[in-house]
C-alpha cells in the first residue's frame, strides 16, 4: 500500500518532537527462519517503486514511476526474474499501489496530470488495460474475495475523499460519509463484508469498517486520535494497523491489533531522531505485512533492519548490504500468497533499484 502525492503532502496536525526511542526495554524473539536477501534491477532512469502484491510464488507486481516522476514504471515477476511491462497509453506517471486476487486479476491505481487521464489500471492475464477513475488522486486499491477491486481516493485540493467499488464496469461510491478535510490512505477489503479503511480526520480515529451494509468508525484506545496508515486483514479476528497516534509530542508510530472484539496497541521501536514540523511523506513510517505465521513484519524506514513482531516480542533482521550509500526507504511489504514469504519495494538510486525478499 503505499505512498506518494496526496499522501507525500498530507501534513501531521501536530509538530513533531521525535526522540530515539531505540530499542530499550523491549524484549526480543528469536529470528524468524530464513533471511531478507536483495535483487538488484539496472537499466532504468530515476526509478521508484510504491507498491508491490504477490498472489503466489511464481507472480508478483510492483509498480512505482521513473524518469524524474514522468513516466509510470510496472514491473513483473515470473520465472525467477524481474522485468519490465509495458503501460497502456495514458497510464498516470505515478503509480502508486497494486493489489490482485490471482495472475489474472491485478489492479493498480496512479496519480498524474496534464494528458494522463487514466488514473487506474487492470491486468487480466495477457494485458493491462487502462481505466478511467473518479477521483484526482486514488491513495490505494485492494482485491476482496470474490475478485472485486476497491480504491480510496480524493481530489487535489483535498475534499471528496471517499470509497470504490468496481461494479458494472465502473468505479461506484460506497457511502462513507466523511467530514470535510479527512484523509484516507489505507485500505484492505477482504470480502465484499469485510472492509476496512484507513486515514486522518479531525474528529476520532481514522479507522473505518463496512460489515457489507453500514460503515461504522472505530474507537483506538489511547488519549490521542490515531492517524491510520496502513491496514493488513487475515480474518476477522485477525487484522493488524500500522497507526500514528497524534499526540503533541509526536511519541511515534504504534502497531494495533484487532482480534475481533478488542484492539490492542503495541508501541513500535522507533528509529526517529530529529524533529519533524510536517511527515513530508508518509513513507517515511514505512510499511507492515504478515509474516503467514500470526506475526508482523515492519520496515520504518530509517534503519539498516527489518523489525518482527510475533504478537508479544520484537526482532530487528539485518537488511540486505548494499553499496548504495545508504539504505533505501521502504514504501511497501507484501506477503507472497499465503506463505511466509515477504516482498520490499521503494526508491532506487541513480538507475539501479533493488526489490527485497524474505524467505
Do not use: C
Not at 153 to 165: C, H, L, M
Not at 190 to 202: F, I, K, L, N, Q
Amino acid at each position: 500500500m503505499r505512498t506518494l502525492l496526496g499522501r507525500r503532502t498530507a501534513a501531521l496536525a501536530v509538530t513533531a518532537a521525535v526522540t530515539a526511542a531505540g530499542l530499550t526495554g523491549t524484549a526480543l524473539a528469536d529470528a524468524p527462519s530464513g533471511a531478507w536477501t536483495a535483487t538488484e534491477i539496472t537499466g532504468l532512469t530515476a526509478p521508484a517503486l510504491y507498491g508491490v502484491t504477490a498472489p503466489d510464488r511464481g507472480h508478483a507486481w510492483a509498480v512505482g514511476t521513473q524518469s524524474s516522476s514522468s513516466a509510470p514504471l510496472i514491473l513483473s515477476y515470473r520465472h525467477g526474474a524481474w522485468a519490465p511491462q509495458a503501460a497502456p497509453a495514458g497510464t498516470a506517471p505515478q503509480l502508486v499501489d497494486v493489489a490482485s486476487r490471482g495472475p489474472s486479476n491485478v489492479w493498480a491505481v496512479g496519480q498524474g496530470g496534464g494528458d494522463a487521464t487514466a488514473k487506474s489500471l487492470h491486468w487480466n492475464g495477457r494485458a493491462w488495460k487502462a481505466v478511467a477513475y473518479p477521483r484526482q488522486l486514488p491513495m490505494a486499491v485492494s482485491v476482496d474475495s470474490r475478485g472485486k477491486a476497491w480504491s480510496i481516493g480524493s481530489n487535489t485540493d483535498g475534499s471528496g475523499a471517499a470509497v470504490f467499488r468496481r461494479t458494472g464496469g465502473t468505479w461506484t461510491d460506497e457511502g462513507l460519509s466523511l467530514a470535510s478535510g479527512t484523509l484516507l490512505d489505507a485500505l484492505a477489503a477482504r470480502t465484499p463484508e469485510d472492509v476496512w479503511a484507513g486515514g486522518m480526520t479531525s474528529s476520532g480515529d481514522g479507522l473505518w469498517h463496512y460489515d457489507g451494509t453500514a460503515w461504522t468508525q472505530m474507537d483506538i484506545p489511547g488519549d490521542w486520535p490515531h492517524w491510520v496508515l496502513q491496514v493488513v486483514a487475515l480474518s476477522p479476528e485477525d487484522v493488524w494497523f500500522y497507526t500514528i497516534p497524534q499526540d503533541p509530542l509526536f511519541s511515534g508510530p504504534t502497531l494495533v491489533h484487532w482480534d475481533g472484539a478488542a484492539f490492542t496497541v503495541t508501541k513500535t521501536p522507533s528509529p526517529y531522531e530529529q524533529v519533524r514540523a510536517y511527515a513530508q511523506d508518509v513513507g517515511f513510517l514505512g510499511d507492515i505485512a504478515s509474516d503467514g505465521r500470526g506475526g508482523v513484519w515492519l520496515q520504518d524506514s530509517r534503519t539498516a533492519y527489518y523489525r518482527h513482531f510475533d504478537g508479544t516480542t520484537w526482532t530487528s533482521v539485518p537488511r540486505p548490504a548494499n553499496d548504495l550509500g545508504g539504505w533505501p526507504q521502504v514504501y511497501d511489504l507484501a506477503q507472497v500468497g499465503r506463505t511466509a514469504s515477504v516482498w520490499g519495494v521503494g526508491p532506487g538510486a541513480g538507475d539501479r533499484l533493488l526489490i527485497d525478499r524474505f524467505r
